[in-house]
């Protein structure tokens, strides 16, 4: 069984930057795809960011285009996700995924396992 272990949350000022992490165990890292995907109160789950394990393609929500950056170490089982010039419309509780594909990603039910995620809020 997969774990993911997410860390890297908190409160930032907009503008401001936050490292986000992904721990994976239970499983071969090689094989799956990696993605983050967040949730604001009252919203639905949507998509930020995938990586996949084949090429190193990398695919990103419009919304976070240029700002986040999606990165894996295959050799630490870990996924990260750098978030840059944050606003506050970015507040929510991010999610780690993975899913058990050699290509990039962007439905949630394209993923197997989820994290228990982390909260990031973003003042204005």
């Known amino acids: 069984q997969v774990q993911l272990v997410e860390s890297g949350g908190g409160l930032v000022q907009a503008g401001g930057s936050l490292r986000l992490s992904c721990g994976f165990s239970?499983?071969?890292?090689?094989?799956?795809?990696m993605g983050w995907f967040r949730q604001a109160p009252g919203k639905e789950r949507e998509f930020v960011a995938t990586?996949?394990?084949?090429?190193?393609?990398?695919y990103y929500a419009d919304s976070v285009k240029g700002r986040f950056t999606i990165s894996r170490d295959n050799a630490k089982n870990t996924v990260y996700l750098q978030m840059n010039s944050l606003k506050p419309e970015d507040t929510a509780v991010y999610y780690c995924?993975?899913?058990?594909?050699?290509?990039?990603?962007?439905?949630?039910?394209?993923?197997?396992?989820w994290g228990q995620g982390t909260q990031v809020t973003v003042s204005s």
């Open positions: 995924s993975a899913g058990a594909r050699s290509a990039v990603a962007i439905r949630v039910r394209e993923y197997d396992y």
């Open positions: 239970g499983r071969s890292f090689s094989g799956y795809s």
């Open positions: 990586a996949s394990w084949i090429g190193g393609n990398t």
